[in-house]
């Protein structure tokens, strides 16, 4: 063993191996903070210190082999080994960085027909805000904390805190934070912070976990820093449960000290809560169990939520949060489940429950946002729907929700630039709300930006690819180019059939078959004309036949149908704007005759 040790010795063996293992980790170290400067994906890091490993065993053979010469020198044959591996490493930079750096150039450069879009193809480029060449520091999304408690029926507990703490920190004056439904994606993920961070565009993540057990409460909590991994902040809480708002309040407050943010001091901006004023706990409780059943989108949670809101409000009848979030979910309810006398029972509800809100508390963001649902959707008051909306933006300038809501509001009231601004930032709040995507899609194909509208949906389909209705957004987009074979295409991917027959009725319209246009117009007529008469305004319109388009937009104003906000930024009715009939009907519907949206030609 001596023997083969002093061998080792004599070539030097060690030293070399020494000098590459410090040299390989300083280039490891070197190589990290340039892939976060510019982005590159993981897979760049691991090819390289795979090289480096491989190396390793390179340098040993080499250090054996000159040893065994006598002679520490480099000769031609290793010059050429280092060569080429230099040239390997070098090209597999290029080949992934550039790949990461542009993922839709290519796409969009051999998918588009360079004379299809009403704008040039840079000016279209130009209308995507870059990228951010840096997260911001100051910025943390909350995951939802982990449920300790060993009882499933306790997950909304968890649950509930983690909201809060959410609500909590965006009252905080340049804190980014992210918002319920994009943070709470990564429930159970096995995503390392740093990609979870990357996705959700920003530098801090707050985890924790929840275990309740009668009258105690035990919290642990820790401030990730997502770029390495390292721990910024953490603590264990063991508290009686009656002292749980101290408890959140104490942790808030830790978050914000650790990321140097100050409280929200915007003109206007007041602090919003979710808490009872009261300090009821069982209220809280109550509002946060319908907070927990509304999530999941279905017409019977629903009212399952409506009902643990209302057992709320008996708690302490003084609650505006919870009588704001009934307004709200009666409101969706009339929306997309009701119809008639029911419809309308739900939209009563829905405006007294907005009235309580407000009354016990002025300057509540998410009861001015849920009256302004209820004006919007129920009675079609754009105007009054735009105040509320704004005001609500004015009191919580950083609630993303608040921001698409204006969004659609500016949309429909043709200031479609102002638009595309506003969901722009609610999608900073909250990046992988896909119907947003869509939104945005809507808002900048009406301005005539189809490469970024396609852009944008496309991102909306990746999130969620059987969604209803965001193929026919790509069929729309395509009708706009003039292209009918990717419109067709996008109707067969259509996952809702009556989306899919609006989509196939308007793709056929640009075809050459006309007998297939005319058969798919008067499916759709046959089966869509009380849910869909503003959709068939549309493909008349694409017909060029300007009397029954203007016919079905009466029916669709009769029959209360949402499509009429899309009248200001809808390339297809747009044909007709310089029609005297145009301006009538925007003033009968009480919406202005002008708008920056752009018609088809």
Known sequence: MDGFWQRLKQRKLVQWALAYIAAAFAIIQVLDVVAQRFGWPDRIEKLLILALAIGFFVTLVLAWYHGEKGAQKVGGVELLIIALLLAIGGGLIWRFGAVAKAPYAVRVAKATPPAASSISEASARAAIPAPAATIPEKSVAVLPFENDSGQKDQQYFSDGLSQDLITALTQFEGLKVISRDSAFQFRDSKDSPKVIAAKLGVAHLLEGSVQRAGDEVRISVTLVNASDGSTLWSQHYDKPYKDLFALQDAITQAVADALKAKLLMAPGAVVQSERPPSGSLAAWQAYQQGRFDAARNTQDDFRKAIDEYAKATRLDPHYAAAYAQI???????????????????????????????????????????????????????????????????????NDPGVLASLAGMEAARGRVRVAVDLIRKALVGDPLQAIWHTYLGGYLAGLGQLDAARQAVEKAIGRQPAANGFHEQLAVIAIQRGDARAALAAVRKETDPGWRRVALALATQIGPDRKAADAALAAMIGKDAEAAPYQIAEVYALRRDPDNMFKWLDRAWTARDPGISYVLYDPFILRYRDDPRFAAFCKKVGLPDTTDAVALK
């Open 327 to 397: 307004s709200s979910d009666w409101t969706i309810l009339g929306i997309r489940y009701l119809a008639g006398a029911s419809q309308q029972q739900a939209y009563t509800r829905a405006r007294a429950a907005a009235d309580t809100a407000l009354r016990l508390a002025p300057d509540s963001a998410s009861a001015h946002a849920a009256r302004g649902d209820l004006l919007r959707f129920s009675e079609f008051d754009w105007r009054g729907a735009q105040a509320e909306y704004a005001r609500a933006a004015q009191l919580a300038p």
